[in-house]
């Protein structure tokens, strides 16, 4: 069980009523603790706050059941210069969108105010139900887009949770308009701290390879030798050369298993680059 009774603060993606901060919320509920709220304008920011503040931990989307992985998350930890700050705990999330305004006129609405992810998971509704020239713009979270609709008439309306409506006193246009209705966000829990086995974890790394024919499969192989259950697989452009590539990789076990760290050492032979998340309770 993660042990965090020293934790003093939390950061996450805000403002307030975001789904970063229902994350939290649920964090703190499951390992009984109450430490300071500290709302962040940018994912970057979050990860930042936590390298430099002790006692701290921060809360991170990393993948969506849609959308695929949060890019700037993964990026922002990949060049994280604290080897110290690991993945602690993940919860999955399910993601239930909204449409908000200040008025209660459905049809009256010409503009929608969100966060990318939001607004490309509610792509159906927005092309079906919403005006053709519909003007839509981008916000940094959906707890944002809800706030900044009172610089807006009220032809302007914003994607985000009932929490959300309930915080920032919207009306509900329409419930429930993603275009997947199973659809989750993982997100996970950061700090300087160590995780201990539960006996149901999984580690997460990033690793880079020589860009030659068979390189990747080489990494993958040692996996399969040592019968490890690799459960995920992306890539990211390594922002070095283009073509090039870093993987990053969720597979079953924890660092603290001498099977895992033999693993990690054969990868490390095998790999130009690599980069070592953390390991937690799934």
């Known amino acids: 069980m993660l042990k965090l009774d020293n934790i003093k603060e ?23 603790i109450n430490p300071y709220p500290r709302p962040q304008k940018t994912i970057r920011q979050v990860i930042e706050y936590v390298i430099g503040n002790p006692e701290t ?19 922002t930890l990949m060049l994280c210069d604290n080897p110290n700050i690991k993945i602690l705990a993940e919860i999955i999330m399910p993601i239930k969108h909204c449409l908000l305004s200040r ?7 010409t503009g929608v105010i969100s966060h990318p992810q939001a607004l490309a998971q509610c792509q159906n509704f927005i092309h079906d139900e919403l005006p053709r020239n519909l003007n839509i713009i981008e916000s940094t979270s959906t707890a944002e ?47 300087e701290y160590d995780t201990e086995k539960t006996g149901r974890d999984k580690t997460s790394i990033a690793f880079s390879t020589d860009n030659r024919p068979g390189a990747l499969l ?16 992306s890539s990211r452009p390594s922002k070095q050369k283009f073509g ?21 050492s054969e990868v490390k032979e095998k790999t130009t680059y690599m980069k070592f998340f953390g390991s937690y309770e799934k």
Request: aromatic share 12%; net charge negative.
């Open 10 to 32: 939390v950061a996450f993606l805000g403002p307030e009523a975001s789904f970063s901060e229902m994350a939290k919320d649920k964090f703190c509920e499951k390992y009984h």
């Open 218 to 233: 080489e990494v993958l192989n040692i996996f399969y030798k040592n019968n490890i259950n690799l459960t995920y697989i």
């Open 57 to 75: 931990i921060g809360v991170l989307p990393v993948e969506n059941s849609i959308e695929g992985t949060v890019r700037e998350s993964l990026d």
């Open 145 to 191: 887009a809800a706030r900044s609709l009172a610089n807006y008439n009220l032809t302007y309306a914003a994607i985000g949770s009932e929490k959300t409506a309930e915080v920032y006193n919207l009306n509900i246009l329409k419930e429930n308009i993603n275009d997947d209705k199973s659809n989750q966000t993982r997100f996970v829990l950061i700090g």
């Open 244 to 264: 090039e590539y870093i993987f990053v990789v969720n597979f079953d076990g924890h660092i603290r298993s001498q099977k895992i760290l033999n693993t990690l």
């Open 103 to 109: 008025t209660t006129e459905f049809y009256s609405i």
